[in-house]
C-alpha cells in the first residue's frame, strides 16, 4: 500500500441519470488523516460522488481512486477498510441495534469498544431495539457507529447531522474529531455551512456537479474580499457618497432598510474613513462589527445564490 497517494483523487468524474448530469466533471482530492467536507445546497452531486467512491455507483466518465484502488473492481479489497455512513441508512431493518455493532466488530481486526461507541452516541437505552423502531436520529447515529466501528482507514459520512438535535450533532463532531487523531480520512457531505467550518480541514465546495472552490476554512474565508463591516443607522443613507471616500475596490450596500454592509478590505484606515463619512454627515453608526468572510458568503459570491436554496 503507497500511503503517500491520497485517500480520495477523483478526476473528472460524471454522472448522469437519464437526460441529468448530476455530477458534470468534478476533481478533487482527499488527503490522508484529514476531515474533507465536500460542501453543497440540495442536488449539487454530493451523494452521487460519494456513492461513486463508495463503489455503490458507477461513474459514466472519469478516473476515480479510493486509497489507490478502484471502488468497484477492487471492491473486495476496498469494502474492509473503509466505513460508509448512507444517508438512506442502508441498516438491515429486523436487526437490533447492539447486536449488529457487535457483529460488525467482529468482522474486523482492530474494531472500536462497542460499550464505549454506544455511551458515545447516547445509544445506550436502545441497545435492544430493532433499527425499525428506533427513531431517525437514533437510525442516523446507529449508522456512523456502524460506519466507524471497524476503525476503518477511510470513513465517508453522508449528511451525518442532517436533522440531529444539536447535542447528538456535538457527539458526532467530536467523534469525527477523535478519528482524525486517530490517523484516519474522513469523508463528509453537508450542506451545513457551520459544520464544514468546525469540523473539516479542508472545504470543497460543490455546485451543480461542479467543485467550484476548495481549501481551508480559513484560506477560503480570506481570499478576495477579505471582511465585511456591518453597521446600522438612519434608512437612505448617500451610498454613492459613502463610496466616494472609500478606497478604490471597496464596496458598500444598504442590505436592508437601515443595515449597511463595506466590502473590501476592512484595516483601520477604513474603520477610520467610514466613522468620519458618518460625522460629517450626523450619523451615529450603531452595532459596527467587522465580520470575517463565513463559507456562505463565499458560496454567494461564487454563484449569486444562498447555500441553503
Ligand atoms: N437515482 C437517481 N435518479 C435520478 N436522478 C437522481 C438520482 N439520484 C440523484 N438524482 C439527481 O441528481 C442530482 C444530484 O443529486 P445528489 O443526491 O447527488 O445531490 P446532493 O448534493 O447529495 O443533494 P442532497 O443534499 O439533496 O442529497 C439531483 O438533481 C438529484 O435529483
Redesign the pocket.
Known amino acids: 500500500m503507497d500511503s503517500s497517494s491520497p485517500a480520495v483523487a477523483l478526476t473528472g468524474l460524471v454522472k448522469r441519470?437519464g437526460d441529468?448530469t448530476?455530477v458534470d466533471g468534478l476533481s478533487l482530492t482527499v488527503e490522508r488523516g484529514r476531515v474533507t467536507a465536500v460542501l453543497?445546497p440540495?442536488?449539487?452531486?454530493?451523494?452521487?460522488t460519494i456513492e461513486i467512491c463508495e463503489g455503490y455507483r458507477r461513474a459514466d466518465a472519469g478516473e476515480v481512486r479510493v486509497l489507490d484502488l478502484d471502488p468497484v473492481r477492487d471492491a473486495a479489497a476496498l469494502r474492509p477498510r473503509i466505513g460508509v455512513m448512507l444517508?438512506s441508512g442502508g441498516v438491515y431493518s429486523g436487526a437490533r441495534a447492539e447486536e449488529m455493532l457487535r457483529h460488525v466488530a467482529k468482522l474486523h481486526a482492530h474494531p472500536l469498544d462497542v460499550a464505549m461507541l454506544i455511551e458515545r452516541l447516547g445509544l445506550g437505552s436502545c441497545g435492544r431495539t430493532t433499527y425499525r423502531r428506533l427513531s431517525g436520529g437514533q437510525q442516523q447515529r446507529l449508522a456512523l457507529a456502524l460506519a466507524v466501528v471497524g476503525r476503518p482507514e477511510l470513513v465517508f459520512l453522508d449528511?451525518p447531522t442532517a436533522g440531529l438535535d444539536p447535542h447528538a450533532r456535538h457527539a458526532t463532531w467530536d467523534l469525527v474529531r477523535e478519528l482524525r487523531a486517530d490517523g484516519v480520512s474522513v469523508v463528509l457531505?453537508t450542506?451545513l455551512m457551520d459544520e464544514a467550518e468546525k469540523l473539516a480541514d479542508e472545504v470543497v465546495i460543490v455546485d451543480r456537479g461542479r467543485v467550484i472552490a476548495s481549501g481551508s476554512p480559513e484560506a477560503l474565508c480570506h481570499d478576495g474580499a477579505e471582511n465585511s463591516l456591518r453597521f446600522s443607522g438612519p434608512p437612505g443613507l448617500d451610498m454613492g457618497s459613502l463610496l466616494n471616500a472609500l478606497p478604490e475596490g471597496a464596496k458598500a450596500f444598504e442590505v436592508s432598510r437601515g443595515a449597511y454592509r463595506i466590502e473590501g478590505e476592512i484595516d483601520p484606515q477604513l474603520l477610520a474613513t467610514v466613522t468620519s463619512w458618518c460625522a460629517q454627515h450626523g450619523v451615529m453608526p450603531e452595532r459596527l462589527t467587522v465580520e470575517r468572510r463565513s463559507l456562505e458568503d463565499v458560496f454567494m459570491e461564487l454563484t449569486g445564490r444562498e447555500l441553503r436554496s
Not at 440540495?42 to 452521487?48: E, H, P
Open positions: 441519470y441529468k448530476a453543497g440540495n442536488g449539487a452531486g454530493k451523494t452521487s444517508q449528511e457531505t450542506h
